[in-house]
């Protein structure tokens, strides 16, 4: 084998160049070819690797010599781009929403709650108990620690209509955080270049997961009211979708919340395609003046994916959700998972468990459930005082989000500008579209730091807005 | 729209049925049509819906009832399989070295150490602190705890050759497990349809994540030392691979632990084919007559993607894995991490950290290696003595597998039948290889529960392949 003698002349070679001296040259490709009896072109790859390793340089028309220099060239990793080629899914840039701040900056643009709205006590004693307990040191079933697969599976049977099956803990399957479930249906329900219908706008997370599962993603417009049902009818029809995923309850980033007739129209729809529903049940633990009402507690035919996550309500470190799925789709979903991370930490799913079923949860809850509307109303007030320019079309029923439209010829990226100079920080709302953005929003986050600051973020806005409505006038 | 027609039908249809006693017939479809005015199709299409739903039921050529049962029949989800189509990805079954078994087996399947072997102690009380401390209640990076990515860093750094420029922290990211990073890997590096070279025999781990990831598997056959660097070279020329999976230290299944010239050999093969070593390093803390030796501390060029876990020495609790990456391929790993999970729990981050940064861990990881030594030689001798039909080939000088060779006659699944009927779980060799298995094996861990009893398993072992050679003659 050419591949094998050349990396043998290779390692000779190298044996010599650690003596050498700098500078020094290496014998000629004929002298190398007559001393190991290979071909040239196996000298020449030798001597490629060689170069490649910063060993020698070759210098064209005189020769090939030891490096002066050996260290500290800042490398240049080009080779791996033609390696790698393109990328075969394009995957959009991490969402502002991740971003991590200074303290002194007004942050409307984050998805995560503040550490005041989350049960800390809960939290750090569910950690303390763990610690001690048996999930420390063992290793929990694959589909999940079935007392957790329990505790789901009744929570989402507890609303299951009358007549129906709920689901049994067999037929959950526990994940590290939400996006992973994400990314698992899309995978093990759809696949890369079939179609998957999703809300337009509609949570960034799940276009990055359709994008890197490389599913055909079909967009479904939607609004403050739900996904448009007459559109969502053509889609099924042009495109044989099999899937389409939503958030009916208090969606991110409009706040929708699917009245019991859409619900049912959509269901229908679903149904008569042979379809499935991936509900992303993510506020269930934030409602305000409504509570989440799961499509999947109206079906049992295996129809409605429910997805259902703790870390945003619990702790950002305690990454655990679960899906709800019945027959061959759970099968699938659970092969995908096993094969992306084989199991989930026992200890993390002991701690969601704890916290979820101590009968301080539900106090905090109610809490909570306060504190929202508190932050909710006081952002909706600063905007519609000071920055009229923002039109929050309905204030939101649950979750942690406004959905602000604002006038059509508004600069956005500018405006986003504007406001971080100001010290505030906003989403610009085309990244929650999965295609074309149909408008220019802002999404505005109540759940983040010091709710004191919502009008001076609110008066910012408004400035920036009114400064560029200005400069157009001008 | 026929579909909002035909949803809005059922609805109405559906209010009916709720009110009428079971077994009433429902108007006929020209009825229906004319009440409806829609379309015979729609009406269909809504009595269909409402079928699916266990609502009613058709009698052919009399008419559509309401059903008198309306729960508890067991679903048929057939419909489902028809949605999804055969898998994009067939995937291999869960091992059996993931089975958990009660306690009074001789269990010698097992991919992970007992938990005798676990810094127990240590864990728990890095979990007391960590319930104190920030990371419970706050949301690390997208790659990582930077000090955790420092800690990776240094690790590999410490190993790196002198003249070569160490990985950055910026070079780690953090995953929650090493099956999440190799499938991340394999996606990213190869993906689908792709060719990505595999040890055969391999870890059945990176089977799964290979077909998950839908690449083109490449078997290379390999042994108790190391690949075959003439069928690897074959392997880079006929496909054109890009990646190259490997475990250069104690591989799992066969122990081998790569000679300084064969290292040297295929990293210059990977060099001269501009391709990706994928060096997994499981068995880091598992030394026993020698110490790992990372490929990658021999390589700044980016060739080599080091994967370092610690689930298996700290605790299965604890899913934390590394990836070391250098240039593009470090970014594509990365935007497929945070696709997949967007970042790992701040609190197992913290936890990992502080186990390993005891010094009470190094103590641990010495007292480890003696423990190892002993269970593995005790195996080794009890194999020798009373199962002289499975030749362990070679002593391996780390990790947790002995790879033990039968007679190519051998019935293995009746063997791992007839040896648990006696009480004894063994893992068959087949589920190591990508394709077809190359001779009879058994992978017997010898960092399970209770190795007093190894004689006991060893001797049931040699029974059951005695009958098998009996029959043979009988």
Chains 1, 2 share one sequence.
Not at 48 to 67: H, K
Not at 399 to 427: F, H, Y
């Amino acid at each position: 084998m050419d591949n094998d003698s050349s990396s043998r002349i290779a390692a000779e070679l190298r044996e010599w160049i650690e003596t050498a001296a700098p500078g020094a040259k290496l014998p000629s490709t004929r002298a190398l070819v007559a001393r190991y009896g290979a071909s040239p072109v196996t000298v020449q790859k030798a001597l490629r690797a060689l170069t490649a390793q910063g060993l020698v340089e070759s210098r064209t028309g005189i020769g090939t010599f030891v490096r002066a220099i050996r260290v500290a060239r800042p490398h240049d990793y080009g080779w791996q781009t033609g390696a790698l080629g393109s990328p075969q899914n394009r995957m959009p840039q991490l969402s502002s929403a991740l971003r991590t701040l200074p303290n002194d900056v007004i942050a409307l643009h984050s998805g995560y709650p503040d550490r005041e709205l989350l049960p800390e006590r809960l939290v750090r004693s569910a950690f303390t108990r763990a610690a001690r307990g048996d999930a420390a040191v063992s290793r929990p079933p694959a589909a999940g620690l079935p007392e957790l697969q329990a505790w789901f599976a009744a929570e989402l049977g507890g609303a299951t209509r009358a007549g129906a099956a709920p689901p049994t803990p067999g037929d959950v399957v526990v994940f590290p955080g939400s996006q992973s479930g994400l990314s698992t249906a899309f995978r093990a329900l759809v696949g890369a270049g079939r179609p998957l219908l999703l809300e337009s706008p509609t949570y960034w997370g799940a276009i990055l997961a359709a994008a890197q599962a490389g599913v055909q993603v079909v967009p479904v417009p939607s609004g403050p009211q739900g996904p448009d049902v007459d559109e969502l009818a053509r889609a099924f029809e042009r495109t044989g979708a099999r899937a389409f995923y939503a958030q009916p309850n208090f969606a991110n980033p409009t706040g929708a919340r699917w009245s019991p007739a859409l619900a049912e129209q959509v269901l229908d729809l679903v149904r008569s395609h042979g379809a499935f529903l991936v509900e992303d049940d993510w506020a269930h633990d934030f409602g305000i003046t409504a509570d989440p009402a799961p499509i999947a507690a109206q079906d049992d035919g295996g129809h409605v994916v429910y997805l259902r996550s703790l870390t945003k309500s619990v702790s950002p470190s305690v990454r655990i959700a679960a899906v709800v799925a019945r027959g061959p789709a759970r099968e699938r979903i659970l092969a995908d998972a096993q094969a992306e991370s084989m199991y989930v930490s026992g200890l993390l799913q002991a701690v969601a468990l704890d916290v979820v079923t101590q009968p301080a949860w539900r106090t905090h809850l109610r809490h909570l459930r306060h504190q929202l509307a508190a932050r909710r109303d006081l952002l909706v007030g600063a905007l519609r005082e000071h920055a009229p320019g923002a039109v929050i079309e309905a204030v939101p029923q649950g979750g942690l989000n406004l959905w602000a439209r604002l006038p059509d010829s508004t600069d956005l990226p500018r405006l986003a500008r504007d406001c971080e100079s100001a010290g505030v920080v906003i989403a610009p709302g085309d990244e929650w579209f999965p295609a074309e953005p149909t408008g220019k929003h802002l999404r505005l986050n109540y759940s983040g730091p010091n709710p004191g600051a919502f009008p001076d973020g609110a008066r910012a806005i408004g400035r920036a807005l009114s400064e560029q409505e200005g400069s157009r006038r001008g």
